[in-house]
Structure formats: structure tokens, C-alpha cells
């Protein structure tokens, strides 16, 4: 189900309101309909399955054992606690076993997880599970790094810190893989 644009619009025309603005000047009568169509946007996520993006992944015969790593997917989400963005970058790892993917269809994974009110540890093992299930590979790994506007425009307004979260599945999930696969991550920087 798509998200409810009128229902938006009235509940941010309330919210202007409250904080005790005029939701008609000028200015902000256009402001509940942009929202609106921007949170139809952002939460585009929540009617769609992120495993159908892999569902034409290629036969590759098994075990080949060779490692995939796509770095620095740009993606946005939500947080879940204050509805403000968040921003970052992810890097995703696989080893085939039987199916490899399009590299395309990584992102549209992280981008359809992403367009959910998330929080950035569920975002990463939701990424890494649907991999797993959709891909049926050896080991995944996926690290995010992220820049959350609830820590950087309020609360303690840290506005260099970012935040790394991790999700390892089957091999990947060893200590001296893992290590490996970050090394290739910083690689070349
Ligand atoms: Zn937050």
C-alpha cells in the first residue's frame, strides 16, 4: 500500500499549527502537500519485498569462491525515533555460491530497506538477510556508515560523528575474513 498523501497533509498542516505558525501564509501553504509527496518518497519502501530485486539472479555453478564487493552505495533512510534522515554509504560483500547477481540489483536492495522509518542496526541485518535469502551465498557481509540528523541538527549536535554498523552471515562472518574484506574497503582511498 502506498503511503496516504492526504492523511500527511493534515497531520502536517497540524503540526504548523502547533508550533505556532500559520499553516496558510504564504510561504507554507504548499508545505503539508511537499511533505507529503516527499515522506511517499522516503517511505516507498514499506509496499515492496527487497528480495524480489534478486529474484533474476544467474546460475554460476557452485563453490566458486571468489568474493563480490560493490563499496560505497550511496543511500538515505529515516530514522525511526525522530522521522529524520539519516545518510551514508554502504558496502556489501558476497560469496557466490550457485547464483551471482546484476551489481545493479545491490543498491535497489539497500534502497528499498532503506525507505522504511528504520533504525541503522536493523537496516544493516535486513540488507544482510535479504542477501542470504535471496542469493543463498556462502557468506555476506555489509557494513554502513552513516550520518544521522537526530545526532547532528539536535540533541548533542555531533556533527562529525558517524556511525558503523556490520552484519556477517556464514563465512564472512570470521574474524580474518571480515578483516580482509574492511582492508579492500579502505583500499585506494
Ligand atoms: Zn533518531
Known sequence: MAVDRVRIEAAVAEILAAIGEDPARPGLRATPRRVAESYGELFAGLAVDPVDHLRDAIPV?????????LRDIAFRS????HLLPFLGIAHLAYVPNERVVGLGKLPAVVDT????PQMQERLTEE????LQIGLAPLGVLVVLDAVHGCVTARGSRQ???STVTMA???????PVKRAEIMALIGSGR
Do not use: F
Open 78 to 81: 529515516v530514522c525511526e525515533h
Open 159 to 161: 556533527t562529525a560523528s
Open 168 to 174: 556477517s552471515r556464514g563465512s564472512l562472518a570470521e
Open 127 to 130: 540488507i544482510a538477510e535479504a
Open 113 to 116: 530497506i532503506a525507505a522504511r
Open 61 to 69: 555453478g557452485p563453490h566458486t569462491g571468489e568474493l563480490v564487493l
